[in-house]
Protein backbone atom coordinates (compact mmCIF):
# COMPACT_ATOMS: atom_id res chain seq x y z
CA UNK A 1 0.00 0.00 0.00
CA UNK A 2 1.05 3.56 -0.56
CA UNK A 3 2.67 5.33 2.21
CA UNK A 4 1.44 9.24 3.33
CA UNK A 5 2.85 11.98 4.40
CA UNK A 6 1.28 14.49 6.81
CA UNK A 7 2.49 17.36 9.22
CA UNK A 8 3.07 16.83 12.61
CA UNK A 9 0.61 19.25 13.83
CA UNK A 10 -1.58 21.67 13.33
CA UNK A 11 -4.48 23.92 15.42
CA UNK A 12 -7.36 25.61 14.40
CA UNK A 13 -9.76 27.71 16.16
CA UNK A 14 -13.54 26.66 17.76
CA UNK A 15 -16.05 27.23 15.29
CA UNK A 16 -14.08 27.66 11.71
CA UNK A 17 -13.08 24.69 9.14
CA UNK A 18 -10.04 22.57 10.11
CA UNK A 19 -8.44 21.58 7.00
CA UNK A 20 -5.61 18.48 7.35
CA UNK A 21 -3.18 17.79 4.50
CA UNK A 22 -2.31 14.32 3.15
CA UNK A 23 0.23 13.53 0.74
CA UNK A 24 -0.17 10.30 -1.06
CA UNK A 25 1.96 10.76 -4.20
CA UNK A 26 2.49 6.86 -4.77
CA UNK A 27 -1.02 5.75 -4.58
CA UNK A 28 -1.57 3.56 -7.14
CA UNK A 29 -5.42 3.13 -9.25
CA UNK A 30 -6.72 0.50 -7.13
CA UNK A 31 -5.94 2.34 -4.16
CA UNK A 32 -8.64 4.07 -1.42
CA UNK A 33 -7.57 6.81 0.69
CA UNK A 34 -9.08 6.51 4.12
CA UNK A 35 -8.80 8.90 7.27
CA UNK A 36 -9.32 8.22 10.83
CA UNK A 37 -9.06 9.77 14.66
CA UNK A 38 -8.39 8.79 18.17
CA UNK A 39 -9.04 10.47 20.60
CA UNK A 40 -7.06 10.09 23.81
CA UNK A 41 -6.99 6.59 25.33
CA UNK A 42 -9.63 5.02 22.66
CA UNK A 43 -9.80 3.50 19.28
CA UNK A 44 -9.47 5.00 16.14
CA UNK A 45 -12.67 5.86 14.62
CA UNK A 46 -13.41 5.59 10.98
CA UNK A 47 -14.33 9.04 9.47
CA UNK A 48 -14.61 8.66 5.85
CA UNK A 49 -13.14 7.32 3.10
CA UNK A 50 -12.55 8.21 -0.92
CA UNK A 51 -11.58 6.12 -3.99
CA UNK A 52 -11.19 9.39 -6.71
CA UNK A 53 -13.71 11.79 -6.15
CA UNK A 54 -14.83 13.78 -3.27
CA UNK A 55 -16.88 12.66 -0.57
CA UNK A 56 -18.72 14.04 2.14
CA UNK A 57 -20.76 12.50 5.12
CA UNK A 58 -22.14 14.22 8.41
CA UNK A 59 -18.58 14.26 9.84
CA UNK A 60 -16.41 15.56 7.34
CA UNK A 61 -15.63 16.13 4.25
CA UNK A 62 -12.58 14.44 1.80
CA UNK A 63 -10.87 16.51 -1.47
CA UNK A 64 -9.11 14.47 -3.20
CA UNK A 65 -6.94 15.95 -6.07
CA UNK A 66 -7.74 15.24 -9.71
CA UNK A 67 -3.95 13.19 -10.01
CA UNK A 68 -5.25 11.64 -6.47
CA UNK A 69 -1.38 12.23 -5.23
CA UNK A 70 -2.59 14.49 -2.63
CA UNK A 71 -6.12 14.45 -0.09
CA UNK A 72 -7.40 17.02 2.63
CA UNK A 73 -9.93 16.49 4.92
CA UNK A 74 -12.44 19.38 6.39
CA UNK A 75 -14.19 19.30 9.59
CA UNK A 76 -16.64 22.27 8.63
CA UNK A 77 -16.68 23.55 12.53
CA UNK A 78 -14.53 22.66 14.24
CA UNK A 79 -15.29 21.58 18.12
CA UNK A 80 -13.15 21.27 21.08
CA UNK A 81 -14.06 17.76 20.69
CA UNK A 82 -12.10 17.21 17.91
CA UNK A 83 -8.68 17.55 19.08
CA UNK A 84 -7.32 14.30 17.88
CA UNK A 85 -4.54 12.53 16.25
CA UNK A 86 -5.86 12.03 12.44
CA UNK A 87 -4.50 9.44 10.46
CA UNK A 88 -4.69 9.60 6.61
CA UNK A 89 -4.58 5.64 5.49
CA UNK A 90 -4.01 4.47 1.83
CA UNK A 91 -4.98 0.49 1.23
CA UNK A 92 -6.17 -1.32 -1.31
CA UNK A 93 -9.35 -3.32 -1.73
CA UNK A 94 -9.50 -6.44 1.10
CA UNK A 95 -5.89 -4.92 2.56
CA UNK A 96 -5.16 -3.87 5.93
CA UNK A 97 -4.96 -0.48 7.21
CA UNK A 98 -1.18 0.51 8.68
CA UNK A 99 -1.01 3.57 10.86
CA UNK A 100 1.78 6.01 10.63
CA UNK A 101 1.98 9.09 13.02
CA UNK A 102 -0.70 10.99 12.16
CA UNK A 103 -1.52 14.69 12.78
CA UNK A 104 -2.65 16.01 15.88
CA UNK A 105 -4.96 18.44 15.96
CA UNK A 106 -5.46 21.00 18.59
CA UNK A 107 -8.63 23.20 18.84
CA UNK A 108 -8.04 26.17 20.51
CA UNK A 109 -11.36 27.97 22.21
CA UNK B 1 -24.15 1.18 12.93
CA UNK B 2 -20.83 -0.59 12.30
CA UNK B 3 -20.25 -1.20 16.83
CA UNK B 4 -16.88 -3.08 17.62
CA UNK B 5 -17.22 -3.81 21.29
CA UNK B 6 -13.54 -4.66 23.38
CA UNK B 7 -13.63 -6.45 26.79
CA UNK B 8 -11.95 -5.79 29.53
CA UNK B 9 -11.68 -2.05 28.54
CA UNK B 10 -8.52 -2.32 31.24
CA UNK B 11 -7.29 -5.26 32.81
CA UNK B 12 -4.12 -5.54 36.07
CA UNK B 13 -2.68 -8.67 36.61
CA UNK B 14 0.39 -10.51 37.88
CA UNK B 15 3.38 -11.64 35.77
CA UNK B 16 2.90 -15.06 34.56
CA UNK B 17 -0.86 -15.07 34.11
CA UNK B 18 -2.76 -15.28 31.14
CA UNK B 19 -5.23 -12.86 30.01
CA UNK B 20 -7.55 -12.93 27.49
CA UNK B 21 -9.62 -10.21 25.98
CA UNK B 22 -12.99 -10.50 23.74
CA UNK B 23 -13.64 -8.28 20.63
CA UNK B 24 -17.51 -8.13 19.10
CA UNK B 25 -18.79 -6.66 16.33
CA UNK B 26 -22.45 -6.34 17.61
CA UNK B 27 -24.14 -4.90 13.95
CA UNK B 28 -22.46 -6.61 11.18
CA UNK B 29 -20.64 -9.94 10.49
CA UNK B 30 -17.00 -9.53 10.68
CA UNK B 31 -15.00 -11.82 8.10
CA UNK B 32 -12.07 -10.57 9.39
CA UNK B 33 -10.95 -8.88 12.47
CA UNK B 34 -7.45 -7.65 12.67
CA UNK B 35 -5.46 -6.95 16.63
CA UNK B 36 -3.29 -3.85 16.99
CA UNK B 37 -0.72 -2.81 20.16
CA UNK B 38 -0.39 0.93 20.73
CA UNK B 39 2.45 1.55 23.32
CA UNK B 40 2.56 4.71 25.02
CA UNK B 41 2.99 7.95 22.21
CA UNK B 42 3.42 5.83 19.55
CA UNK B 43 0.92 4.68 16.41
CA UNK B 44 -1.11 1.69 16.65
CA UNK B 45 0.79 -1.59 15.35
CA UNK B 46 -0.81 -4.47 13.53
CA UNK B 47 -0.02 -7.92 15.06
CA UNK B 48 -2.12 -10.03 13.17
CA UNK B 49 -5.30 -10.75 11.01
CA UNK B 50 -7.78 -13.67 11.21
CA UNK B 51 -10.57 -14.93 9.09
CA UNK B 52 -13.43 -16.28 10.48
CA UNK B 53 -12.16 -20.49 10.60
CA UNK B 54 -9.09 -19.89 9.76
CA UNK B 55 -5.39 -19.88 11.45
CA UNK B 56 -4.43 -16.34 12.12
CA UNK B 57 -1.88 -14.52 10.05
CA UNK B 58 1.16 -12.65 12.54
CA UNK B 59 3.04 -9.81 11.41
CA UNK B 60 6.73 -9.98 11.65
CA UNK B 61 8.06 -9.78 14.87
CA UNK B 62 4.85 -11.05 17.17
CA UNK B 63 4.64 -14.36 18.60
CA UNK B 64 2.29 -16.73 17.63
CA UNK B 65 2.56 -18.76 20.71
CA UNK B 66 2.56 -15.32 23.15
CA UNK B 67 -0.32 -14.16 21.47
CA UNK B 68 -3.23 -16.11 20.63
CA UNK B 69 -5.99 -15.58 18.51
CA UNK B 70 -9.39 -17.39 17.92
CA UNK B 71 -11.90 -15.77 15.60
CA UNK B 72 -14.59 -18.88 15.58
CA UNK B 73 -17.28 -16.83 14.33
CA UNK B 74 -18.54 -14.05 12.10
CA UNK B 75 -19.48 -11.83 15.34
CA UNK B 76 -15.99 -12.75 17.67
CA UNK B 77 -12.47 -12.84 17.96
CA UNK B 78 -10.28 -13.02 21.41
CA UNK B 79 -6.78 -12.65 22.12
CA UNK B 80 -4.61 -14.30 25.07
CA UNK B 81 -2.02 -13.21 25.86
CA UNK B 82 0.14 -16.26 27.32
CA UNK B 83 2.32 -16.04 30.53
CA UNK B 84 2.07 -12.28 30.36
CA UNK B 85 5.38 -10.22 31.53
CA UNK B 86 5.52 -6.33 32.27
CA UNK B 87 7.48 -5.54 28.45
CA UNK B 88 3.34 -6.88 27.45
CA UNK B 89 1.92 -4.42 29.12
CA UNK B 90 0.61 -2.14 26.24
CA UNK B 91 -2.58 -0.58 24.83
CA UNK B 92 -4.04 -3.58 22.76
CA UNK B 93 -6.88 -2.83 19.87
CA UNK B 94 -9.23 -5.15 17.52
CA UNK B 95 -10.49 -3.71 14.93
CA UNK B 96 -13.48 -5.65 12.25
CA UNK B 97 -14.14 -5.52 8.89
CA UNK B 98 -16.85 -7.04 7.03
CA UNK B 99 -17.20 -8.31 3.35
CA UNK B 100 -19.81 -6.65 1.51
CA UNK B 101 -17.43 -4.60 -0.56
CA UNK B 102 -13.73 -4.69 -0.79
CA UNK B 103 -13.87 -0.56 0.47
CA UNK B 104 -15.55 -1.81 3.50
CA UNK B 105 -13.78 0.61 6.06
CA UNK B 106 -12.19 -0.99 9.39
CA UNK B 107 -13.88 -0.19 12.67
CA UNK B 108 -12.29 -0.49 15.66
CA UNK B 109 -12.97 -0.74 19.56
CA UNK B 110 -12.37 1.12 22.51
CA UNK B 111 -9.46 -0.91 23.38
CA UNK B 112 -7.79 -3.25 26.90
CA UNK B 113 -5.46 -1.11 29.05
CA UNK B 114 -3.25 -4.32 29.95
CA UNK B 115 -1.26 -3.73 33.26
CA UNK B 116 0.94 -6.55 34.21
CA UNK B 117 2.86 -6.23 37.57
Known amino acids: DAKTTQPPSMDCAEGRAANLPCNHSTISGNEYVYWYRQIHSQGPQYIIH???NNETNEMASLIITEDRKSSTLILPHATLRDTAVYYCIVRGANSKLTFGKGITLSVRP | GAVVSQHPSWVICKSGTSVKIECRSLDFQATTMFWYRQFPKQSLMLMATSNEGSKATYEQGVEKDKFLINHASLTLSTLTVTSAHPEDSSFYIC?????????????FGDGTRLSIL
Open chain 2, 95 to 107: SARGQDRGDQPQH
Open chain 1, 50 to 52: GLK
